[in-house]
């Protein structure tokens, strides 16, 4: 791996660990300005709309300018998104605008792979682009409660050092926004440094209905191509199911393990270690050329999560997340490397990210509509159970029951219908 590759990994550790911590900070802003509880979740959907609104146009500019240069502006605008909601717009539409920027920083990220390595590096730069960014996660949540103490250090000497301005700046939840700014502004000044490379594809036109007409044309290719259909499929599935699993984590926690909510937010993390055990473990043991052989291990994923029925002390819990964590991240990483790969091939890698990101936030809506619907359904569930259940009891025993024999039975399928094609065929 050349320097330029790892420029690009700490732009991208940079404008990652930002975005999970500003989450933290916007929720916090929301608790300040007394919003209603039901705005939290809102505050998500207001980030993942934009990646399936603007799918038809991202993966178009991303492909159409340098990628260093995507990701230096998505990043600008990320850092709008901050200084705005520090100035008093509203946080939704704030975060709504850091959601725009992260819509249009995805395809870049991962499309410059394709671009400045070869496929035979695609597997194990995308096991560092993943481990990289579940380690953004787990900081980010480090960092975003660390932000927010009120006792920080930093945050004391600020209040007393500066002058009193008038605006809302120097709030707990105003400097952890702040922070997350310079974290940004960090990013886009790496992504300066990031190499030009020749770009894959650029488009003829650049009117809203041909770039809408591009991105359906780009969506039927990659989903009537063979190895595209599968490895789409496989990811789609994999953050649908995700989305859902680490709320159902808080529940079963507090159910079956008996933690507070502080111990259970911190259980989350730990299925994110082992997605990066896992990714590790795919650049270690898996080549582009045989990537479709991990689709057993999605097919025994499902048994494990089904294990969470009868789990009830939590350093099983803690074993049965890893495990999950590094079963998901063995069979997700090479995926994403064959995605890219084909993508790479059929329309450019911008336009086939676009398309991954939107079908897998529609999978994650969807997902998360059902579980609302199962949740919503508890008390009627328990009557026909029929069993001594606590409140939630039942709808998580549904939850995990769905989700285990979904991700086993749409991966046993995958896996029967396409493990006879030879990936080298498709080179």
Not at 28 to 39: F, I
Not at 182 to 190: F, H, K, P, Q, S
């Amino acid at each position: 791996m050349t320097f330029g590759f790892y420029t690009i990994l700490l732009a991208q550790f940079l404008s990652a660990l930002a975005d999970n911590t500003l989450l933290f900070a916007a929720i916090a802003l929301l608790r300040e300005q007394s919003a209603p509880p039901e705005y939290v979740p809102i505050l998500q959907q207001f980030f993942v709309v934009s990646y399936i609104v603007l799918a038809p146009f991202v993966g178009a500019f991303s492909d159409a300018l340098p990628k260093g240069r995507v990701m230096f502006i998505s990043n600008l605008i990320k850092i709008v998104g901050c200084a705005i909601m520090m100035l008093g717009i509203n946080p939704l539409y704030a975060y709504a605008l850091v959601g725009l920027g992260a819509a249009a920083y995805s395809p870049a990220k991962y499309g410059i792979l394709t671009e400045y390595l070869p496929p035979s590096q695609l597997v194990l730069a995308n096991s560092w682009m993943e481990g990289l960014t579940v380690m953004a996660i787990i900081l980010g949540a480090v960092f975003g409660g660390w932000l927010l103490n009120p006792q920080l250090p930093v945050f004391l000497w600020l209040q007393n050092a500066l002058p009193p301005t008038g605006l809302p700046l120097l709030t707990q939840p105003h400097f952890a926004i702040l922070m997350v700014l310079l974290a940004y502004l960090g990013a886009a000044i790496v992504n300066l440094y990031i190499p030009r490379v020749q770009r894959d594809h650029t488009l003829p036109h650049k009117n809203p209905w041909f770039l809408i007409m591009d991105f359906i044309t780009s969506f039927r290719k990659l989903w009537n191509d063979p190895l595209g259909k599968v490895s789409l499929a496989v990811t789609t599935l994999f953050w649908g199911v995700g989305s859902n699993l680490r709320l159902m984590v808080l529940v079963w926690a507090t159910l079956q393990l008996h933690l507070d909510l502080e111990k259970s937010t911190q259980l989350t993390a730990v299925s994110a270690v082992g997605i990066a055990v896992g990714a590790i473990a795919a650049a270690r043991w898996v080549h582009l050329e045989n990537s479709l052989r991990v689709l057993p291990v999605g097919i025994a994923m499902g048994g494990v999560i089904l294990c969470m029925l009868v789990v009830s002390h939590w350093p099983t819990a803690v074993a049965l997340l890893i495990v999950s964590g590094a079963m998901g991240g063995f069979f997700v990483v090479p995926m994403n490397a064959l995605l890219q790969h084909r993508g790479h091939q059929l329309m450019g890698a911008g336009h086939s990210i676009a398309v991954q990101n939107f079908n897998e936030n529609i999978s994650i809506l969807f997902m998360l509509g059902i579980y609302a619907l199962i949740i919503r359904m508890d008390g009627p569930l328990r009557n026909w159970i029929r069993l001594p259940l606590a409140d939630s009891q039942a709808s998580f025993y549904v939850s995990v029951i769905f989700l285990g024999l979904l991700i086993s039975g749409i991966m046993w399928w995958l896996y029967r219908r396409y493990r006879h094609l030879d990936c080298k065929d498709f080179s």
